[in-house]
């Protein structure tokens, strides 16, 4: 009888501590991060202005239009691609680290279109190890990338007499530099809606939009405005070094505003292998 006492008294010490541990565990190592509501719209844009530059964007639907606002770094441009859309998340991260979470909803009519977004706690921020050049430095990198020849087989796309094309790959200080060509041999401005790059699945099933991991540009050398009838322009994308997994392929993308003239290129990760310093 006294061994079964002892036996059962040591059994509820046991799950005592336990039970405690899982609790340490639960209230010391892990912490909710707030989330905010988005409304997007497939007939109006709306605006998430951020305290900081961009510096990456993760979409829980491919549905989910995004872009960076010309000219700025610390204003994404949100949209649907159409009203079909489902309820999503959307994740973003700035330059200083700031981790902002939002849960995305369709509505024909947003309540807010512009929304200046409040800088996040310290608790709220990513490690990024090393530090992300100075943004004249990164300037001054592209322009050098910008003047240079071709270095490897382009990559193409054509079509109604107009064309995108990546002409070279570079590496310095941990980033990436993508060179790309674009040209418009048309009397008809091309207007541009959207430049994006990301990495996706070489095989796509409807059930698999999350797949999709948006790769945000730290520089975007050159007017990804406009490209001007009758006129050829380069453009140098700065991006935070990176591969490709097997089986997967980024995307660079550019679409029309108003129009069908869309281009897309793929990029495999044997050609990043081959990337060249920038001299």
Do not use: C, W
Request: aromatic share 6%; proline share 3%.
């Amino acid at each position: 009888m006294k061994i079964t006492h002892l036996i059962l008294f040591a059994a509820l010490g046991l799950l005592i501590t336990v039970d405690l541990t899982a609790q340490g565990i639960s209230s010391g190592t892990s912490q909710t991060i707030p989330v905010s509501q988005l409304q997007i719209s497939d007939q109006m844009t709306t605006n998430l202005i951020f305290p900081y530059a961009i510096k990456s964007v993760d979409r829980g639907n491919r549905n989910i239009l995004v872009q960076k606002a010309n000219a700025v770094e610390n204003i994404l441009q949100v949209k649907a691609e159409n009203s079909g859309l489902q309820n999503s998340n959307l994740t973003v991260i700035t330059e200083d680290g700031s981790f902002y979470s939002f849960t995305v909803e369709y509505l024909e009519v947003p309540h807010n279109l512009n929304l200046k977004i409040q800088q996040a706690v310290k608790s709220d921020l990513a490690d990024f190890g090393n530090q992300i050049q100075a943004e004249s430095e990164l300037a001054e990198t592209a322009n050098k990338v910008a003047m240079k020849n071709r270095s490897m087989r382009a990559l193409r796309q054509r079509r109604f007499l107009t064309g995108i094309a990546l002409t070279g790959i570079y590496i310095e200080k941990d980033l990436l530099y993508f060179q790309i060509r674009l040209e418009n041999q048309t009397n008809i401005p091309y207007d541009i809606e959207q430049f994006r790059l990301f990495i996706l699945d070489n095989k796509q099933s409807k059930r698999s939009a999350s797949q999709e991991l948006e790769q945000s540009p730290l520089l975007v050398y050159g007017d990804a405005a406009r490209i001007p009838a009758q006129s050829t322009q380069t453009l140098v994308v700065a991006l935070p070094k990176f591969t490709i997994p097997d089986q997967k392929h980024l995307k660079i993308e550019l679409m029309e505003e108003n129009g069908g003239r869309h281009l897309k290129i793929k990029v495999k990760n044997r050609h990043l292998m081959n990337a060249i310093q920038v001299d």
